[in-house]
């Protein structure tokens, strides 16, 4: 069986930030979006995370997801880089919670975007949530699969909404 080629590339500039990301890894995987993950420091290894941003179209990739805690200088430094759309996830790993990740992330300078996403395991979730519906702007199936998704999780709120008024409703009586 022919292994299909990674369309999002996951970075995080450290393993410890791995735990954070999982959640990205079951989004994509559930939405059947092929992805590679890397280790990549933009303060480490600056030179590793410029050569894979300024190559990753070339390989295929269409979105790049970056995960980084304290400076969390790795998704700007990606953008720099490259032309594809860059998601940012700062990671709750320095004494300040990740609001130092969040503030480095978010503040871009005008002409480097970078999508910036909540702080931690939610924000890893959105950014791939999010990698995926800029992929589905091209690919009508991944488009459909995202609005079945939606419906399942409205269906989820109105049925967990129903057991609570259920449960009211024997209270009053």
Request: aromatic residues 4%; proline residues 6%.
């Amino acid at each position: 069986m022919a292994k299909t080629l990674p369309v999002v590339g996951i970075l995080m500039g450290s393993d410890s930030d791995l735990p954070v990301l999982e959640g990205a890894f079951e989004v994509l995987q559930r939405f059947h979006v092929p992805f590679e993950v890397a280790v990549v420091s933009a303060h480490r290894t600056p030179d590793r995370a410029a050569r894979y941003a300024e190559t990753a179209a070339a390989r295929g990739l269409k979105v790049l997801i970056a995960a980084a805690g304290w400076a969390a200088h790795l998704a700007g430094v990606l953008a720099s880089k490259t032309t594809l759309p860059v998601i940012g996830v700062p990671v709750d790993s320095s004494p300040l919670k990740g609001i130092d990740a969040l503030l480095s992330t978010v503040q871009m300078p005008p002409g480097v975007p970078v999508a910036t996403m909540a702080i931690g395991k939610g924000g890893a979730r959105n950014a791939a949530l999010f990698a995926v519906q800029i992929l589905a702007l091209s690919d009508q199936s991944l488009a459909e699969a995202l609005r079945c998704s939606k419906e399942e999780m409205a269906s989820e709120v109105l049925a967990k909404n129903e057991k609570i008024e259920a449960s009211l409703r024997v209270r009053e009586l």
